[in-house]
C-alpha cells in the first residue's frame, strides 16, 4: 500500500532532550516536507526536500533539523526541544517529477508535546 | 509572502443541504489552489484542485471556483453528508515549497 508513515504518532518528551521524528515514504517520491499544525494557525512548512541531499527551508525552521540521506527518508530532528515546539507534526511527500503540483501525500501526523 | 485567509472558521448544515467555504490570496503570482479535507485523527488529503488557468473545476459533488482578479477561490460541496463532516483547508501558492494554507474550516453535517 503506497503511504507516508510517522513515528512516533504521540510522544512527550521534556525541554532539552533531544529527539528524532521518522518520516518515510514508500512511493519513491522525491519531494518530501514537514509541516506543524497549530490551533488556529493552521499548517506552516517546516522544511522540505527535493531530493536527496537538497533541503530548505521553509516558513518557520527554528529550532528543527532534517536530512535526507535516502529517498524515501526524511527525518525531522529537534536538538534541544522547547515548549513552544509543542505541537501537530506531519510528514508529507509528493513525486515532483515535471509538474510541482503533483499530489502531496500526508502522513497520519505526530503529536509531540514538550513539558 | 503569501497570506490566505479562510472563512467560515466552523460551517453547520443539514444533511442534502449545500457548503461553502471561501478563501481569499494576497499574493498576484500564485498560481495552484488545492483544498483538502482532514478527518479526526488522520493527514489532510486532497481533495480538488485548480490552477490559475481554470475559473472552475468539478469532481462528483465538490467544485472549486476561482477568481483571480477578485483573489478568491471557494470551496463548494452538495448534496452533503455526515462523511463530509471534517476540517477543510484551503492553500495557495507556487508548488508545493511555498503553498500557504489557510486556517481551516470545521464543517458539520447533521443527519
Known amino acids: 500500500e503506497a503511504q507516508v508513515t510517522q513515528n512516533p504518532r504521540y510522544l512527550i518528551t521534556v525541554t532539552g532532550k533531544k529527539l528524532t521524528v521518522t518520516c518515510s515514504q514508500n512511493?519513491?517520491?522525491?519531494?518530501m516536507s514537514w509541516y506543524r499544525q497549530d490551533p488556529g494557525l493552521g499548517l506552516r512548512q517546516i522544511y522540505y526536500?527535493?531530493?536527496?541531499?537538497?533541503?530548505d527551508k521553509g516558513d518557520v525552521p527554528e529550532g528543527y533539523k532534517v536530512s535526507r540521506k535516502e529517498k524515501r527518508n526524511f527525518p525531522l530532528i529537534l536538538e534541544s526541544p522547547s515548549p513552544n515546539q509543542t505541537s501537530l507534526y506531519f510528514c508529507?511527500?509528493?513525486?515532483?517529477?515535471?509538474?510541482?503540483?503533483?499530489?502531496?501525500?500526508f502522513g497520519p501526523g505526530t503529536r509531540l508535546t514538550v513539558l | 509572502g503569501e497570506n490566505v485567509e479562510q472563512h467560515p472558521s466552523t460551517l453547520s448544515v443539514q444533511e442534502g443541504d449545500s457548503a461553502v467555504i471561501k478563501c481569499t490570496y494576497s499574493?498576484?503570482?500564485?498560481?495552484?489552489f488545492p483544498w483538502y479535507k482532514q478527518e479526526l485523527g488522520k493527514g489532510p488529503q486532497l481533495i480538488i484542485d485548480?490552477?490559475?488557468?481554470?475559473g472552475e473545476k468539478k469532481d462528483q459533488r465538490i467544485a472549486v471556483t476561482l477568481n483571480k482578479t477578485a483573489k478568491h477561490f471557494s470551496l463548494h460541496i452538495t448534496e452533503t453528508q455526515p462523511e463530509d463532516s471534517a476540517v477543510y483547508f484551503c492553500?495557495?501558492?507556487?508548488?508545493?515549497?511555498?503553498?500557504?494554507f489557510g486556517k481551516g474550516t470545521m464543517l458539520l453535517v447533521s443527519p
Open positions: 492553500a495557495a501558492g507556487y508548488g508545493y515549497s511555498t503553498l500557504t
Open positions: 485548480i490552477r490559475s488557468n481554470v
Open positions: 499574493d498576484s503570482a500564485s498560481n495552484y
Open positions: 508529507a511527500s509528493s513525486l515532483w517529477r515535471q509538474d510541482p503540483t503533483d499530489t502531496q501525500y
Open positions: 526536500s527535493m531530493n536527496v541531499e537538497v533541503t
Open positions: 512511493m519513491n517520491h522525491e519531494y
